[in-house]
């Protein structure tokens, strides 16, 4: 099952702190959404929300249509999957699994057959009798998915899942949630502040800051046009350079900066209603630059000596 997601005009107040300003948000039912941000931003207390362990100052969330502003978190159409995985030790893989389908009152021989296929799925049949102690963190991890999905929620929601995880594993493991996002179809609500993660996996990255979002789009639109200074440093190291809008003309534009003028194509503007005269600043990602010895086109900022680098296996930082 997947439902569309709606957040309209929510905040969020605890005393004297405002945790989330006047947030909006459409999500697409069967959508992989990855809210990302730094610590304290508000991307927990936004799927808080959305999971009703929360409820908003002001504002409204709406699932499938329905507004869940009195709903309780048992009575929504969403399911919650922690980092800590919250496994019941003393259970079976195949119980922890149809836990939620018992508190359901489905009967054993179905909740137990379910359970089975959905082990299956994350690759754990096998393991149906085993107790969690005896799996590794990652294995947990596909357990807890697989018991969160077992109630087919609408909207999986999922805080920090993979944070517990060493880097290799932590890799394998968002190329398996989206492939299992993908093969059920249900809406994904992911939670991090690592940024290779939120590239990896979602469809629409939603970048906050302070409470507020700063940024929603494709992680490829992310990065590479990033709608706020913020956005464009929090994606990845970035240069910025203070400038202003000179002349356009031919679909090219004149900038004036402290290294000199530079000429650029009219789309490489993030705002076309820009005129001259207008302060901008331009992004410089660093695999944008090249050695004063590479070839293919280039634009000339002046000289730079490397005084420094070091060395990350797939590639050098100066």
Same mark, same amino acid.
Request: charged letters at 25%.
């Given at each position: 099952?997947?439902?569309?997601?709606?957040? $309209?005009?929510?905040?969020?107040?605890?005393?004297?702190?405002?945790?989330? $300003?006047?947030?909006?948000?459409?999500?697409?039912?069967?959508?992989?959404?990855?809210?990302?941000?730094?610590?304290?931003?508000?991307?927990?207390?936004?799927?808080?929300?959305?999971?009703?362990?929360?409820?908003?100052?002001?504002?409204?969330?709406?699932?499938?249509?329905?507004?869940?502003?009195?709903?309780?978190?048992?009575?929504?159409?969403?399911?919650?999957?922690?980092?800590?995985?919250? =496994?019941?030790?003393?259970?079976?893989?195949?119980?922890?699994? /149809?836990?939620?389908?018992?508190?359901?009152?489905?009967?054993?021989?179905?909740?137990?057959?379910? /359970?089975?296929?959905? =082990?299956?799925?994350?690759?754990?049949?096998?393991?149906?009798?085993?107790?969690?102690?005896?799996?590794?963190?990652?294995?947990?991890?596909?357990?807890?998915?697989? $018991?969160?999905?077992?109630?087919?929620?609408?909207?999986?929601?999922?805080?920090?899942?993979?944070?517990?995880?060493?880097?290799?594993?932590?890799?394998?493991?968002?190329?398996?949630?989206?492939?299992?996002?993908?093969?059920?179809?249900?809406?994904?609500?992911?939670?991090?502040?690592?940024?290779?993660?939120?590239?990896?996996?979602?469809? $629409?990255?939603?970048?906050?800051?302070?409470?507020?979002?700063?940024?929603?789009?494709?992680?490829?639109?992310?990065?590479?046009?990033?709608?706020?200074?913020?956005?464009?440093?929090?994606?990845?190291?970035?240069? *910025?350079?203070?400038?202003?809008?000179?002349?356009?003309?031919?679909?090219?534009?004149?900038?004036?900066?402290?290294?000199?003028?530079?000429?650029?194509?009219?789309?490489?503007?993030?705002?076309?209603?820009?005129?001259?005269?207008?302060?901008?600043?331009?992004?410089?990602?660093?695999?944008? *630059?090249?050695?004063?010895?590479?070839?293919?086109p280039r634009i000339t900022f002046g000289k730079a000596?490397?005084?420094?680098?070091?060395?990350?296996?797939?590639?050098?930082?100066?």
């Open positions: 099952m997947t439902a569309p997601v709606s957040i $309209r005009n929510a905040t969020k107040i605890f005393g004297d702190f405002t945790a989330l $300003r006047d947030v909006s948000l459409e999500i697409e039912a069967g959508e992989f959404i990855v809210l990302l941000g730094p610590s304290g931003c508000g991307k927990t207390t936004l799927l808080s929300l959305l999971g009703g362990f929360l409820s908003p100052s002001s504002g409204t969330v709406e699932i499938n249509g329905q507004d869940m502003g009195h709903v309780p978190p048992s009575k929504r159409p969403t399911t919650t999957m922690f980092q800590d995985y919250a =496994l019941f030790p003393h259970m079976s893989l195949r119980d922890n699994v /149809a836990f939620g389908l018992k508190m359901r009152k489905i009967g054993k021989a179905e909740r137990h057959a379910k /359970a089975e296929d959905l =082990l299956d799925m994350v690759g754990l049949k096998s393991s149906a009798d085993k107790k969690p102690h005896e799996l590794s963190g990652g294995q947990r991890q596909r357990v807890a998915l697989a $018991r969160a999905l077992a109630v087919e929620p609408d909207v999986l929601l999922l805080d920090e899942p993979l944070g517990a995880l060493d880097l290799k594993l932590r890799r394998q493991m968002q190329d398996e949630l989206k492939a299992i996002q993908k093969r059920v179809g249900t809406t994904f609500v992911h939670v991090t502040h690592d940024q290779e993660e939120a590239m990896a996996i979602a469809d $629409r990255i939603v970048v906050m800051n302070a409470g507020n979002i700063e940024d929603v789009g494709r992680p490829e639109d992310i990065y590479m046009r990033p709608r706020t200074l913020f956005s464009a440093s929090f994606m990845g190291e970035v240069n *910025f350079i203070p400038g202003t809008l000179g002349n356009c003309h031919d679909g090219i534009v004149d900038i004036e900066t402290v290294l000199g003028a530079v000429s650029l194509p009219e789309t490489a503007l993030r705002d076309e209603n820009l005129t001259k005269g207008a302060k901008v600043t331009l992004a410089i990602r660093p695999e944008h *630059f090249r050695a004063s010895t590479g070839t293919g000596k490397v005084t420094d680098g070091s060395f990350f296996g797939t590639h050098h930082r100066a």
